[in-house]
């Protein structure tokens, strides 16, 4: 296996199946450190790993930090309205800057920093991985979210045990905001990759990426599982083991941008898909055994999901977020250590 020293990760398809498997086994391996009270070894001391966001975080930035600091590291949070950036610095220099004072590079930039113009976050974030050297970790872009991915399927595999052959549901649900696919499009990539049967349900005009629905499907192909498409959420969560409730945008708004197609607009079509909400009674009366209900965060209660669904026994988003923390100290400690023993 090559090392995954010095590399990047843009998405989830940049690394091998074994590769990921291998990241998991470190983020379980801080997991049964820090459960037992204890703090893991400084693998990544005096490294620091610069955090450029263009787009606003609760967790991911939170994680991000405390795991560099956990791991004897720094992560500078570098927020790009205090940079030379808006005023026209050229990107290539500003990532050789943070390439030479850093040891890794993490970019976030999506939604409202792009006007959820589809495919403007991605070439940043390609474009710091062409001029830096030390690894490009994507925080979250108009397409992708790896991390966050890696994180997740590590909960659900923790939670239900072998992935092959498991039922996972993608289900569009109603809220009354913006929000882009990049979280949908990263869960679908990788449960494809392990076997799963993903079903991606949503309602009429909320199609993802064609090219992200291909790869979806060499995946599946690839793996033994299958991907499917469905415009009936009560029917594709007939026997899931897994479900995940999410709003994201049109592909029409993502063509010109949020501004140019309003955002009004967008939300009239969405009242439109009020009953598409997860609520307790589907987990209940359709789901197969197990059956765990998972979000990225933030979930908007009352809209996506109830409260009941989202607090209730089959809630597992707290320990995703935290499985999301060991996520990404892996993903720091096998790119930014050459040799990250614990
Ligand atoms: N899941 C996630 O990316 O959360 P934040 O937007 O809070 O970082």
Redo the contacts with the bound molecule.
């Keep these: 296996m090559e090392t995954l020293y010095g590399r990047d990760l843009i998405t989830t398809q940049d690394w091998s199946v074994d590769e990921l498997i291998e990241t998991m086994e470190l983020a379980e391996r801080f997991k049964k450190i820090m459960r037992g009270g204890k703090r893991p070894p400084k693998i990544l001391e005096r490294k620091n790993f610069f955090m450029v966001f263009y787009a ?7 994680a991000f930090e405390a795991g560099m600091g956990l791991l004897g590291g720094h992560a500078p949070y570098i927020d790009v309205t205090t940079t030379r950036i808006r005023a026209g610095e050229a990107l290539k220099d500003i990532a050789k800057m943070y390439d030479i004072y850093g040891d890794g590079i993490g970019v ?1 930039i999506l939604d409202d920093a792009i006007d959820f113009i589809y495919g403007e976050g991605r070439k940043v974030v390609e474009q710091f991985a062409e001029a830096a050297r030390v690894p490009v970790i994507n925080m ?1 872009c108009c397409t992708y ?1 790896p991390t ?1 991915a890696i994180g997740d399927i590590m909960t659900v595999k923790n939670k239900i045990g072998s992935l092959r052959g498991k039922k996972y549901v993608i289900m569009w649900a109603y809220s009354s905001k913006l929000r882009g696919r990049c ?1 949908i499009h990263s869960e679908v990539l990788i449960a494809t990759r392990f076997g799963m049967d993903v079903v991606l349900a949503h309602p009429p005009g909320f199609d993802i990426d064609p090219k992200i629905v291909e790869a979806a499907k060499t995946n599946a192909r690839e793996s033994g599982g299958s991907f499917k498409i469905s415009h009936d959420f009560e029917e594709a969560l007939k026997g899931a083991n897994v479900v995940f409730p999410r709003s994201w945008v049109t592909s029409e708004l993502l063509k010109v941008g949020a501004t140019a197609f309003g955002a009004d607009k967008e939300i009239e079509m969405y009242n439109n898909c009020r009953n598409w909400r997860l609520e307790q009674k589907h987990v209940n009366d359709l789901m197969g055994k197990p059956a765990i209900v998972t979000h ?3 979930v908007f209660r009352g809209q996506e999901a109830t409260n009941e669904v989202m607090d209730g026994p089959n809630s597992v988003i707290y320990e995703q ?1 935290e499985n ?1 923390l060991y996520a990404k100290m892996a993903v720091l400690s096998l790119t930014m250590a050459e040799e990250p023993k614990l």
């Design positions: 606003p975080s609760t967790r991911t930035r939170g976030r979250a979210h966050q979280s990225v965060l933030p977020a999301n």
